[in-house]
C-alpha cells in the first residue's frame, strides 16, 4: 500500500505531490527490472584457492587437470 508523498522545499513550501499510483508503478517496474536481471546459473567456473590446487597435486600427481576441461 503506497500512500501520497509531499515533496518540500527548504523553506517548507510544498514543490509537488506524488501519488500512490505513480509510486506504485515506479516500484513494480523496478521489481520488475531486478528480477529479469537475476539469473539461476552462473556463467563462470568457479576459481579453485590456490593453496588447495597446489596440496591436491602433491596429493594425486597422475591426475592432469587437461583430462577434465573440456
Known amino acids: 500500500m503506497f500512500y501520497d508523498v509531499k515533496v518540500l522545499s527548504p523553506d517548507g513550501t510544498m514543490k509537488k505531490v506524488i501519488t500512490r499510483n505513480e509510486l506504485a508503478t515506479t516500484h513494480w517496474d523496478n521489481?520488475?527490472?531486478?528480477e529479469e536481471s537475476l539469473s539461476l546459473q552462473t556463467s563462470e567456473r568457479r576459481k579453485?584457492?590456490?593453496?588447495?590446487?597446489?596440496?591436491l597435486d602433491l596429493?594425486?600427481?597422475d591426475y592432469s587437470e587437461s583430462r577434465y576441461t573440456d
Not at 31 to 34: A, I, M, Q
Request: hydrophobic fraction near 35%.
Open 31 to 34: 521489481f520488475r527490472k531486478s
Open 48 to 55: 579453485i584457492p590456490q593453496w588447495i590446487k597446489e596440496t
Open 59 to 61: 596429493q594425486f600427481p
